[in-house]
C-alpha cells in the first residue's frame, strides 16, 4: 500500500460526505420515466466516487495509486 503525504484535503470524508449529500438531494427529485435513468446513474457515479478513491490508497505503488486515481 502507497504511504500518502499528509495534507489538510481529507479526501477520503470528503468523499463520503459527497455521496451522502447526493443521496439526499436525490430525494427532492420526482421520479417520471423520462428521469429515472439519469438519477440512476447520478446515484451510481456520485457514490463511487469514494469507493475508487479508497482503492487507489490502497495502491503498492505511485505509479498504481496515479492509474487508480
Known amino acids: 500500500m502507497v504511504k ?5 484535503y481529507d479526501l477520503e470524508e470528503r468523499t463520503a460526505k459527497y455521496g451522502e449529500e447526493a443521496l439526499k438531494f436525490i430525494k427532492y427529485l420526482k ?3 423520462k428521469n429515472k435513468p439519469i438519477i440512476i446513474q447520478f446515484i451510481k457515479s456520485t457514490t463511487s466516487i469514494g469507493a475508487n ?3 487507489a490508497t490502497g495502491a503498492e505503488s505511485k505509479k498504481d495509486f ?3 486515481i
Request: charged fraction near 35%; hydrophobic fraction near 15%.
Open 31 to 33: 421520479e417520471n420515466t
Open 66 to 68: 496515479k492509474h487508480k
Open 53 to 55: 478513491y479508497m482503492e
Open 4 to 8: 500518502l503525504e499528509q495534507n489538510n
